[in-house]
């Protein structure tokens, strides 16, 4: 018989976790549903746009729960540097290899902070003549936001805290845990 698996704990440098595995998965599962609501009517494949790298957990976990037609896509962009902190300046670094014009599309990101890299894609998206650009992010601290945003599927709100796991990193550290788990802060 196979052993069952134990849940990777926390390290000394993560001080809590935040939200768990199985609130995760309930929270994936609203959002999907309201998902495949929203566009029960839709003729043309939805294309999920995850942003690389965080987003590609949410991403697997959610498009996995839709039962409307939809295509999945990626992009690459930076905006932030390898120490975590903020550049304003988004840049596109890997752009998805469908065209967009007259789609909808339903950006998939990981967290809103700022609000920089979502304005950017929205602007970006919306000039490629995409038929409707939503949001979905995974988490959002609305304590960080610069710029107003509509929000049209987020997960959780969470307070100005580095966070990690479920796709969310500390220089490329912890990305992969099941859990959303806050570090302690960085000196
Ligand atoms: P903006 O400021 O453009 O930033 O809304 C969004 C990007 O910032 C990164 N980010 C985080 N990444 N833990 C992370 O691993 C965090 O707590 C965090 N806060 C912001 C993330 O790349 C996101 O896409
Ligand atoms: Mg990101």
């Known amino acids: 018989m196979a052993k069952s698996l134990t849940i ?3 390290t000394e440098d993560l001080a809590q976790v935040l939200i768990d595995a199985d609130t995760i998965n309930r929270r994936v599962t609203e959002l999907a549903i309201q998902i495949n609501n929203d566009y029960r009517d839709i003729t043309e494949p939805l294309i999920l746009i995850g942003v690389l790298k965080g987003s590609f957990i949410f991403l697997s976990d959610l498009c996995r729960k839709l039962t409307i037609p939809h295509v999945v896509d990626f992009i690459a962009i930076s905006s ?3 120490k975590g902190e903020v550049q304003g300046n988004v840049r596109m670094l890997m752009d998805i290899r469908e065209d967009m014009a007259g789609r909808d599309v339903l950006i ?6 700022s609000g920089n890299t979502l304005a950017y894609l929205q602007r970006n998206f919306a000039t490629r003549g995409a ?5 979905a992010t995974f988490l959002d601290k609305p304590e960080r936001h610069k710029i107003d945003l ?4 987020m997960g959780f709100t969470i307070p100005d805290v580095w966070v990690v ?3 969310l990193d500390y220089k490329e550290k912890y990305r992969t845990l099941p859990y959303i788990a806050e570090m302690y802060p960085v000196h």
């Open 80 to 82: 932030y540097g390898n």
């Open 108 to 113: 998939v990101e990981d967290i809103l902070d």
């Open 8 to 10: 990777p704990p926390l």
């Open 165 to 167: 796991g479920y796709g």
């Open 150 to 153: 509509k929000l049209d599927y």
């Open 131 to 135: 038929k409707s650009v939503r949001i």
